[in-house]
């Protein structure tokens, strides 16, 4: 008798109508093989052997190169379930539009059947997906990605408790691209993309968006976030969480190498993009990284900025729309000065200034996450690392100081959802444009942001040793238009400061936001930072938070009555000690 695995996938040939059916046992051998498929199709072209062995790179469609939000949509039957921040779709009616797209779509190519396992493979919190995908581009990155084969096989059994994924390159033309997920079934469907947001559904598609609706409805939590863990001189290891939107180098503070290392802190890598955490039977939050490897963004990447991922690219990996040197090695902006002559930009012209930027903007990588020398010895802990602190930050010219805690759990969760970053005038032709981007979850929740701030606060109720919440800011500038913080390995002086906050003696002052560390609370020898600098790098103004309340207004106003009540009295809180912090300078 079939499975309910077996009789999806049958369900989805029948759609489909591939050629044949190949199931991916996860292999080193079956890997192999694939890749040489794979390099025999030009869908890989292999790079220097002997600086980068067993890597490859990969363009994708000119018109494929990054995540579709437009074109990416929660379909639940009730549209305030999917709430403002998410396109909508009645589930009839998306699958009515779409089905035709995947009737007969892999005739004459291969149908790949991905059953993976998010997580460990000996954890509780771990659950399985499976993806069919007519991609070799696809598979070849999942089995880096995640648990791929048979050890999900063995995880499922004959059990129904699964999230499929059905997914076609379809032919590549954007007006028949489409991301669509079904949370009320687990179910994904992708279509028309090839690039890894959009296709490797274990990421952003199911660890986020159907996993967020699983989380609130079983009590648990799934993050935008980074882990990591700080250890101190005598050893001990304290584990952090951070929520960072985009350009705000989450991956570089989850690998970095301490400027602190001199004094005994170092910092162990967990997780650099996802979170998945479980309140254990101690009243402890306990966070796991799903994921089994790293699809970072490549420009800006460096041994300056990122010396332990540069470390692990130099084998097994695989590089997307990045560009060729003439010795066959992957070259991106930032990575070391000026491309060499001859070296071709990622469409595979000979480049010239002329044509643009070598590397796509939003060009990758992807890499086995055991291959990063800062990856923790407890990285694949069944039960998870505890974690003691949550981080958000943002990217702010003015307002946020460069360290702040809330005041508490309820607090904290104002803060997480009021955050936000500016953008750039290289990105949008206009500087300071601010963008609300709560917990770093507003691509990527799979239902009303209302309800999940909601979760948020009830989950806080239900910890007996909940994390301390802090919000961080690396891009502050002074009145020259210059950061006034170094950044990079230099964060970990904020870190040491998080921690012993944590722990009960981090020095700091009340301010109207929050607890912000005194003059002498961070750990600055051997920095060169004025007194002068360091005020201003502190400093909390009333004047700018006025105008960020506003703002912040504006955006709950968009959720209507389903925002929580205790939202509205932290933006009032707020309002109050600015107003006294104000009369107080008078």
Not at 53 to 76: G, K, M, W
Not at 98 to 108: E, I, Q, T
Not at 224 to 240: A, R
Not at 499 to 526: F, K, M, Q, S
Request: aromatic content about 10%.
């Amino acid at each position: 008798m079939a499975t309910p695995l077996e009789k999806w996938v049958e369900e989805a040939a029948a759609l489909t109508k591939p050629r044949q059916i190949v199931w991916c046992d996860g292999s080193k051998q079956e890997y192999h093989r694939l890749l040489e498929q794979a390099l025999a199709e030009n869908v890989f072209l292999p790079l220097n052997e002997r600086s980068y062995p067993n890597c490859y790179l990969h363009r994708s469609d000119p018109s494929d190169v990054a995540r579709t939000e437009q074109v990416t949509f929660i379909c639940t039957r009730e549209k305030s379930d999917a709430g403002p921040t998410n396109n909508w779709m009645v589930p009839e009616e998306a699958k009515a539009k779409v089905r035709p797209l995947f009737d007969g779509v892999m005739r004459n190519r291969t149908m790949y059947v991905i059953p993976y396992l998010m997580g460990p493979v000996d954890s509780p919190f771990s659950r399985v997906g499976v993806e069919v995908t007519d991609s070799l581009y696809v598979v070849l990155s999942m089995m880096i990605m995640t648990r791929a084969g048979k050890k999900a096989i063995e995880r499922l059994g004959r059990s129904d408790d699964f999230v499929p994924g059905l997914h076609s390159l379809g032919d590549l033309h954007p007006e028949r691209r489409y991301i669509l997920h079904f949370p009320e079934e687990k179910l994904i469907w992708s279509i028309g993309s090839g690039y890894g947001g959009n296709a490797l559904l274990s990421k952003k598609c199911f660890s986020l968006r159907i996993a967020s609706w699983l989380a609130r409805q079983q009590g648990w939590m799934a993050e935008h976030m980074l882990i990591l863990g700080m250890e101190d001189p005598s050893g001990q290891v304290t584990y952090i969480a951070g929520a960072f939107p985009s350009a705000c180098g989450k991956t570089n503070l989850a690998m970095m190498v301490s400027a602190l290392e001199p004094m005994g802190y170092r910092v162990w890598t967990v997780g650099d993009d996802i979170a998945w955490m479980q309140i254990d039977a101690d009243g402890y939050l306990r966070a796991i990284n799903p994921e089994a490897g790293f699809f970072g963004v490549a420009p800006g990447t460096s041994r300056q900025t990122n010396p332990n991922v540069m470390e692990a690219l130099r084998r097994n990996a695989l590089f997307t729309n990045v560009g060729l040197t003439p010795d066959r090695e992957p070259w991106w902006e930032g990575i070391n000065g000026e491309p060499p002559p001859g070296t071709l930009n990622w469409r595979g012209e000979r480049w010239t200034r002329s044509r643009g930027p070598v590397a796509h903007p939003n060009s990758r990588y992807t890499v086995p996450a055991h291959q990063t020398p800062s990856i923790s010895p407890h990285w694949e802990d069944p039960q998870g690392v505890p974690i003691s602190a949550f981080i958000f930050g943002g990217r702010r010219a003015r307002v946020a100081p460069l360290v702040y805690e809330s005041r508490d759990w309820q607090h904290g969760v104002f803060v997480g959802a009021t955050m936000a970053s500016e953008t750039t005038a290289a990105a949008t032709g206009a500087v300071g444009i601010t963008r609300r981007d709560p917990m770093a979850m507003l691509p990527f929740c799979g239902y009303n942001m209302a309800d999940y701030f909601a979760h948020w606060l009830a989950i806080g109720q239900r910890i007996t040793h909940p994390p301390r919440i802090f919000h961080v800011n690396w891009f502050r500038r002074g009145a020259d238009g210059k950061f006034l913080w170094p950044g990079f390995g230099e964060n970990a002086r904020v870190l040491k400061w998080i921690i012993e906050r944590v722990r009960g003696n981090g020095r700091a002052i009340e301010t109207p936001i929050g607890y912000v560390p005194t003059h002498d609370a961070l750990t600055l020898d051997g920095l060169p930072i004025s007194r002068a600098t360091l005020e201003e790098l502190l400093r909390v103004d009333p004047t700018d938070w006025a105008s960020e309340l506003d703002d912040i207004q504006k955006f709950f106003k968009r959720f209507g009555n389903r925002l929580p009540a205790a939202l509205w009295q932290e933006h009032q809180n707020l309002a109050d000690r600015l107003s006294q912090a104000s009369l107080a300078r008078k």
